[in-house]
């Protein structure tokens, strides 16, 4: 799906706010934009100038001052003071992408990251299940209730207002969430394992450690951003209960997580 139909600028900016991260899109084709606008309508907000993101035609990148660039399939991002650029995008699906591996280096100093997790809302309490590719999470959020789904692939999880929170995302998975632009206090974060039973069991620090780096969504090999990372996940398990849970894909899995 190519953006050649209209060819003229489109003047206004995309306004968008996800976990509390104001994003102005600067799109460059009618077309691109009536997409984004209707897959990040939930997030769209009449905001003050946030990051500037502009479209760019071509995938080579040429600025100078880039602190993070990163290519996917022939689309780049780049980040530095000027804002951040996005080249190459030629659908909406490039642009998900992009935004993605962007919002991954935006949070970080932020005290937020993106986790492949799905996230339920229960009595005010977001409860956040991580696991990758077939772990289960579109199943956790098809046996929840209707209403209840916050996000059921990639999660935000950030700490606002002196604790952690889980925030909804526009990046749906299997499931089709089209997420909230809610957030709720995180309950616990739950390590999804099928089982021919459902019980939780308390993780240790290490244990949960090692769960969630593989979930984490990062995008940079660079010694002092991958360090940052680390210590904010450290110091998030050390202030919320995590577990693994053993759950046999129906929904009686609640009754032994909100036990």
Known sequence: MGTQATTHECARPLHISIGRVPLSLHIPTEKLHERALARYGEFAEPIAEGLSIFLRDSAENKREGVDFSYV???????????????RGVQHEYALDSLLRILLTMVLLPRRG?????????????????????????????????????????????????????????????????????????IAGIYSLVQSPEDRVELMSTKEILRALLPCVLFFTSKPDANEALLQLLLGMVRQIPCYRLHFRRDAGFWTVVAA
């Open 72 to 86: 996917l399939d022939g689309a780049a991002v780049s980040l530095g003071s000027f804002g951040a650029e996005f």
């Open 113 to 185: 990251f993106l986790l492949h997790a799905a996230t339920v809302v229960r009595d005010g309490q977001a409860y956040v299940f991580a696991g990758r590719s077939g772990a289960g999470k579109s199943t956790v959020a098809s046996l929840s209730p209707a209403g209840t789904v916050l996000t059921d692939e990639i999660s935000l999880l950030r700490f606002t207002d002196e604790r952690w929170h889980a925030y909804g995302t526009p990046f749906w998975g299997e499931f089709r969430a089209a997420g909230l632009n809610e957030h709720y206090p």
